[in-house]
């Protein structure tokens, strides 16, 4: 995810579950698309890193966070999106039912992202304060929707989990860092420096939850960080592809029009800007979103090398797969710029994750700049914030269709509440 860079712990119970597997094939990019995944589920066999929930389905990882499974501890719960507004330093509080502002309260200056706790009790505002040295970590309660009191934090750009839930990992992206700390306290465990990784800001984790990889925003690069050994064990640079998509002064789809990708034209851009990361069902790939490459990596994530790209749209930039396992939706926020226009002409590729093809387009009608966000509990509603317009976008997952809410000053990582699954990994709600 772009951005302006002047810059609990407790035990997951384990439930039975019928889930839809979903399994990735080789795919290079000689363009052989992978085949679907057979339809029953198939018990696990992966061996996880101590104190990691167990994987129930080594077909499906997304298993656990399908519809209808919402922790019982989550009941109580308010059904909420948080929305973190990066320039006006506050959170605005949405009911999604009414779609209308209900609370909003100030934090510490830069709320970049909302990230769910590993035990799911507390929400973090992660104000990274803009390169100084100022910034904190904001508690929400999800109970009653209000914010705890700060806790001095140094940089923390985003934030995500050990898959033990042992640590929260405060990406301390100005300083190429990566803070393990206390997940209730903070306090800081140990460090692992990413020297390599200018703008390490996204990441996802092995199936097995051994290594992560996170993305490196300015270098167009990837860090692969073994998770066991605490350390980086490489890098890897990010293929451009031969052409992108043309930014132009504003095509932007009028309602009810089909969103279609525009021009393409050489790709002069000598180094890509990844984003968000997202592992596959099977846990066999990566798919790395590209801003600037206007695409999908596909990285085999054992091997640590590219394996394949899928174009979608101009300024690819989030990642979130649907509640079944079978789709992913890409956010393209409609420009290559860090700091992008108003009504750009932004909008939502919807992947097959068994083919690898794009199988849907959703616009934002008379333009816009979606950027991060979740998919609803039950999986209807794909919610993101309009980086650039002050807005949230609420897009119905059946037919695309778009409604909009007011929020403050540059809204970033939103994310909504309640969501199934047994424990965060972090960032805008990654749960397993």
Known sequence: MSKQRNLKRSSAAVGMVLAVAVAIAAHSRSGAAPSAAAGTPAPSAVATVPGMPPVVDSRNVYSETAAGKVRPELAGDLERVYVPNLRSNDVYVVDPQTLKVVDKFKVGPGPQHIVPSWDLRTL?????????????LTPIDPRTGKPGTPIAVDDPYNMYATPDGKSAIVVAEARKRLDFRDPVTMALQYSID????????HADFSIDGRYAIFTCEFTGALVKVDLVERRALGYLKLQMPATRFKETAAPRTPPGKVWEPGETEVCTATKGMPQDIRISPDGKRFYVADMHADGVHVIDGDAFKEIGFIPTSIGTHGLYPSRDGKKLYVVNRGSHKIHGPKRADGGVTVIDFATEKVVARWAVPDGGSPDMGNVSADGRWLWLAGRYDDVIYRFDTTSGEVAKVKVGAEPHGLTVWPLPGRYSLGHTGNLR
Do not use: F, I, L, Y
């Not at 973090?124 to 904190?136: H, I, K, L």
């Not at 990413?194 to 800001?201: A, I, Q, R, T």
């Open 124 to 136: 973090w505002v992660t104000n990274n304060a803009e390169g100084r040295n100022t910034g904190s």
């Open 194 to 201: 990413v020297p390599g990784c200018p703008g390490v800001n």
